[in-house]
């Protein structure tokens, strides 16, 4: 077999595949020769993260014992991060749940890369959300920058132009020296990586929380446009085509982060448990995104895939498994940083930067011309065959040879005991009433009260980390941080462009996980309609404790059949996404964390819905109606630390009658601005909707307290769902008012935009009640975050 090699014209090694120590070569043949004459010896597989029964199942599999690099691929592509060993039986109900009318728009769904929707006029939009968890705990810079690389590494391997980024962030208490830690270094290598691609960071979350203290959650979502004639499926066809490795060398960082990260929890007396974390090289990668796409264009490749969690181990049996079945590589044609790597070890590393591509052999020429021309090494590893073997050989050794789905797909499953939680009823009938929690009643108390809620570290302004984010780069951003969806154009001709949006509550999920799914996906839902795109697809990122703990997978269980029924409700489906597991400290686990993200159209981004008003004399509408909701709600949380009760009521049927309202509005010019109602309720929308452009309000609420007979306390601080407030121009009154009316949704006047003037200043007035000026607003508003991390 030929091995070609392509490398920059100035770079100094003349030879790029670095060959093997002398002492790396010595050990293959003596394990290999030991494997052979001592078949029922056992191996150390426990510390690779295998339990017995899978050990035994890869004996079986096989017919013999594994080879050490047969090990090492198994460990991290049967781990819980690669093969979804524990969840896969639940997360069938996504792709069984699908109507025919929920595919209408989707192009590529569940098992890729990432999923594909049509967007209308030949484009399309790939978008996926994953998670980089442990590695940002360890070491927060690098864990959170190569997280960003790995979701956009995912996006150009469907033959997409990455065009945004968003995070979905989770950390301990604001005040605990870890957090201090870890929260700069994910701020800083999002950042760093992000910007550096030159790519927006158009929204997302962040969240404090004592549960998540030894366990930050880092998700990232990459969105990337193409057309419907270039999306490009990772498959090995073709038997003699040949598989190309391009893009940085391979190192040490990273190996074994699959199959030990993401399958067991930190122990501190175990440090050899805690891996390298891989090493991002930012500008590595856009030259890697321009060089692949010029690859697409060219019709140079077949198949590609990109290398993250498992590295080659994963390229090689992925691409083979979806393919024709087979594949013949030479291990010691991988380009390295270190020579000194062993076979596994270069299996496993998940260096960063790197993509594999299947290449018929009339195209390699052209193949490493591009490659050249960007000066990206590329490495001839071998080819496709048809034997249905996976095989690798090491220095004319036999390391690997396998039935490559036996490694991709058919991986252990497990369909893992669920245990309702011990303490769900009791927490459930320790409502805020139930509690007897105090709320306030004077008017200064209520104010107060607002004071504290804008100022808690969950409802406070996070300028200070999306301020260190390039958000228009790319002069395509239509909207960002703070609206509730960022927005992208992706035509410049027509203006056609997307919504995205991410969302999700803990606190709810750890009351009912099923009814915290649901709101999460409505929540998400609803931020995209209010920007006026018409919602069209999800991804999801389940973040969860240890699935090894009957009550987390009863947790699991039920956000899955929650999140599936609630996209039959919302008739959108689940294109892709991402689960982790084992997010937890001994025993203590997370709240169950299911964030979703939702994906929205615009026929033209130019109508879309800033979330807060700019102009005074205009009328301000909540569309919706307020319950007596606060359960689990910000105000129980800051103020008295208390959660339990039930998650506000899910109602599906309004919240899609909300977004036509607020999509048909957006539309046709009727609102300069919408805001969804959450977490702090009606207050902090006014109070965000205030501050987005420094525009106050005059507020009167007693219509709302008389229809929907509650008290200024409730009307001010509950959760309750399907509800947002807009801005409408006096102009539109009568045409807003008709079609809210005619479409028998709840709607009721609470207000008028104010600027202020000479005589008064700016301000948020609750007439009869209490004024805050937005000075003060914005000054607690603004505070946490900057006092706490400089």
Request: aromatic share 6%.
């Amino acid at each position: 077999m030929t091995h070609t090699h392509s490398t920059p014209a100035d770079s100094a090694p003349a030879r790029t595949a670095a060959p093997a120590s002398d002492d790396a070569e010595k050990r293959v043949k003596e394990t290999v020769e030991f494997a052979a004459q001592h078949p029922d010896v056992d191996q150390p597989y426990t510390d690779l993260g295998l339990k017995t029964d899978e050990y035994q199942k890869i004996r079986e599999v096989l017919g013999r014992r594994p080879t050490s690099a047969e090990l090492a691929m198994y460990s991290v592509m049967w781990s819980e991060h690669c093969s979804y060993k524990s969840s896969k039986v639940h997360l069938r109900k996504f792709g069984d749940n699908v109507t025919d009318d929920m595919k209408k728009d989707l192009l590529v769904g569940i098992g890729e890369n990432a999923g594909v929707v049509d967007i209308g006029d030949g484009w399309a939009v790939t978008f996926k959300v994953e998670s980089h968890n442990s590695p940002s705990y360890v070491e927060p810079y690098q864990g959170a920058a190569t997280g960003v690389g790995g979701i956009v590494r995912d996006i150009i391997s469907m033959g997409a132009r990455p065009v945004a980024v968003m995070d979905q962030l989770r950390f301990g208490e604001i005040d605990h020296p870890d957090t201090a830690r870890v929260l700069p270094g994910v701020v800083g290598g999002i950042s760093g990586y992000g910007n550096s691609l030159g790519l927006p960071n158009i929204g997302g979350e962040t969240v404090f929380d004592a549960s998540y203290q030894g366990n930050p959650l880092v998700n990232a979502l990459a969105v990337g446009v193409l057309r419907h004639e270039d999306i490009r499926l990772a498959n090995a066809s073709g038997t003699g085509n040949k598989v190309v490795l391009f893009g940085a060398r391979t190192g040490g960082d990273g190996i074994g982060g699959a199959s030990i990260l993401a399958s067991e929890s930190f122990d501190d007396t175990k440090p050899s448990k805690r891996p390298a974390v891989q090493v991002g090289d930012p500008f590595a990668e856009k030259v890697l995104i321009e060089c692949c796409l010029e690859l697409f264009r060219a019709g140079t490749v077949e198949g590609i895939q990109d290398l993250g969690a498992a590295g080659i181990s994963c390229a090689t049996s992925e691409l083979a498994s979806n393919g024709d079945g087979g594949m013949h590589i030479t291990l010691e044609d991988v380009l390295l940083r270190d020579p000194t790597l062993t076979p596994e070890e270069i299996l496993m590393s998940e260096s960063q930067e790197r993509m594999m591509a299947v290449v018929r052999p009339d195209r390699l020429d052209e193949f490493l011309a591009i490659t050249g021309k960007w000066e990206v090494e590329a490495s001839v590893l071998g080819e496709v065959t048809d034997t249905e073997r996976l095989v690798i050989e090491w220095h004319g050794d036999v390391i690997v040879d396998v039935p490559p789905r036996s490694v991709a797909h058919d991986g252990p499953v497990y369909d893992r005991p669920m245990e309702v939680p011990s303490w769900t009823d009791a927490t459930r009938q320790d409502t805020v009433s139930a509690a007897g929690l105090a709320t306030p009643q004077s008017d200064q108390e209520i104010r107060d009260t607002l004071l504290a809620l804008v100022g808690s570290p969950n409802l406070a302004s996070k300028d200070w980390i999306t301020q260190q984010y390039d958000r228009y780069v790319q002069g395509n951003t239509a909207l960002s941080f703070p609206d509730d969806a960022g927005v992208i154009r992706v035509d410049e001709q027509t203006g056609r462009g997307i919504a995205l949006a991410t969302d999700a509550n803990g606190r709810y999920s750890f009351l009912d996980p099923s009814v915290g799914a649901k709101l999460a996906l409505s929540e998400a839902y609803r931020n995209v309609a209010t920007s006026g795109a018409r919602p069209l697809a999800v991804t999801d990122c389940l973040n969860f404790g240890s699935p090894e703990d009957p009550e987390i997978m009863w947790q699991f269980g039920q956000t899955v059949e929650g999140l599936s029924s609630a996209c039959v409700d919302f008739g959108i489906p689940v294109t892709g996404g991402n689960v982790s597991m084992y997010n937890q400290t001994g025993t203590t686990a997370i709240h169950p964390t299911p964030v979703v993200g939702v994906l929205g159209v615009f026929d033209d981004v130019g109508r879309a819905t800033p979330s807060g008003w700019r102009l005074p004399g205009q009328t301000i509408y909540l569309l919706g109606t307020t319950a007596d909701e606060l359960d689990g709600s910000a105000w129980a949380d800051v103020v008295h630390g208390h959660l339990g009760g039930v998650p506000p009521q899910y109602r599906p049927d309004a919240e899609r009658g909300l977004a036509e309202i607020l999509i048909n509005a957006s539309r046709d010019g009727m609102i300069d601005a919408a805001h969804d109602l959450s977490e702090g309720g009606l207050a902090q929308a006014l109070v965000e909707s205030s501050l987005r452009w420094g525009a106050g309000a005059r507020v009167w609420l007693t219509e709302l307290l008389e229809r929907d007979g509650i008290d200024l306390f409730t009307a001010l601080f509950s959760e309750s769902t399907a509800r947002a407030i807009v801005a409408v121009p006096r102009s539109e009154e009568v045409r807003f008012s008709d079609m809210c009316t005619a479409r028998r949704f709840p709607f009721v006047r609470i207000g008028m935009t104010d600027t202020g003037d000479e005589s008064h200043p700016n301000a948020l007035e609750f007439v009869d009640h209490f004024t805050l000026t937005l000075d003060e607003l914005a000054a607690a508003h603004g505070a946490p975050l900057p006092r706490h991390f400089g």
